[in-house]
């Protein structure tokens, strides 16, 4: 489940702060806090896209479990849910660190906040997928114990993996509405980026 669009936008966007950067080292004005910004965004950006690793694998393994589910292999989907939480919980930590380094440098700055709020929303959208992946892998434990065990007629397995599925579709929902809060909020970043080039006198599409 990778966000290519949000992968794509935040490219872009660090080409644009690294063309910005350049102008003003080869402008050769005083643009200390400038440069400061700027160079604090280019880090950020640099360990976001170290983490975006660890979501990667994280959506690979939930992928994985959900073929293990159609196929009807629910230890296996235990076993991939398990992997999955893992990196969503190193996921959405490493997002709260790099918020966490940003509000240190207290740069007041709208590009600073903007970047904070999209940092809040991966580590969410993070933090939904690892709850969606524990309903998921309850849900598969509870279908193994139904369909192969030899339970009682009366036996209420299956409904409470349904229950789990529908709680699970809950996360996911709640996924889908960060991802697209935080598509608009890169968006808004970007205009923000784009006024800051114009104010530099940089050219841009």
């Known amino acids: 489940m990778i966000n290519w669009k949000g992968i794509t936008i935040g490219l872009i966007i660090i080409l644009v702060i690294t063309n910005i950067y350049w102008f003003i080292q080869q402008n050769g004005e005083n643009y200390s806090e400038e ?3 700027l160079l604090t965004l280019m880090k950020a950006d640099a360990d976001v896209s170290e983490i975006s690793i660890s979501s990667q694998k994280a959506d690979s393994y939930y992928s994985e479990a959900s073929f293990a589910y159609e196929d009807g292999n629910y230890n296996l989907v235990g076993s991939n849910c398990r992997l999955a939480r893992d990196y969503y919980s190193e ?7 790099i918020k966490a380094e940003l509000k240190a440098t207290e740069i007041e700055d709208k590009l600073i906040e903007l970047y904070i709020e999209s940092l809040e929303l991966n580590s969410e959208i993070s933090l939904n997928m690892f709850e969606a992946c524990e309903y998921f ?3 598969s434990r509870y279908y193994d114990t139904y369909f192969n065990t ?3 007629y009366d036996d209420s397995s299956y409904d409470m993996g349904t229950t789990q599925i529908e709680m699970m579709g809950e996360k996911i929902e709640d996924h889908d509405r960060n991802v697209r809060d935080y598509n608009d909020k890169l968006e808004d970043y970007r205009i923000e980026l784009k006024l800051r080039l114009d104010a530099f006198g940089v050219e841009n599409e």
């Open 137 to 139: 892998e309850t849900a």
């Open 91 to 97: 996921t959405s930590q490493g997002y709260k660190r």
């Open 35 to 37: 440069n400061n910004l």
């Open 150 to 152: 030899n339970v009682p």
